[in-house]
């Protein structure tokens, strides 16, 4: 399976609440992950946590779109609207940019670029 058919898996797994299953599928286990220019969370444990909080802290999931994607050399790139209520009522829409780096198959490193 090429990338751009690992990713649209992934991404619709991310659209139709599967978003946690795709992970124990698509992520290494030395993966990192980093948001913005935060240092990076390493390991896929320390980042299942990171997702599962994330996930915990959604009180409703209004919808999200893939508004663009593209592909470079073992990386792909795809720029997302979301739109979620968190717990406490603050609803949030915003627009992210998410670069995925590839090997074998799983993604070793996972960047979110969005404004704060």
């Known amino acids: 399976m090429t990338i751009e058919q690992l990713d649209a898996n992934l991404n619709e797994a991310i659209l139709t609440g599967k ?12 993966v990192e992950m980093q948001e913005n220019d935060t240092p990076p ?14 996930f915990a802290s ?19 790139f ?5 739109d979620v209520t968190f717990k406490g009522g603050h609803r ?6 998410v670069v995925r780096r590839w090997q074998n198959s799983q993604i070793v490193a996972e960047r979110f670029y969005y404004g704060k």
């Open 19 to 30: 978003a946690m299953e795709a992970y124990e599928t698509y992520y290494a286990e030395d």
């Open 41 to 54: 969370s390493l390991g896929k444990a320390a980042n299942r946590e990171r997702e599962i909080a994330f």
């Open 58 to 76: 959604v009180e409703q999931f209004h919808g999200a779109e893939v508004l663009s994607k593209a592909r470079g050399d073992g990386t792909t």
């Open 78 to 82: 795809s720029e997302w609207r979301m």
């Open 92 to 97: 949030a829409k915003w627009t992210q940019a």
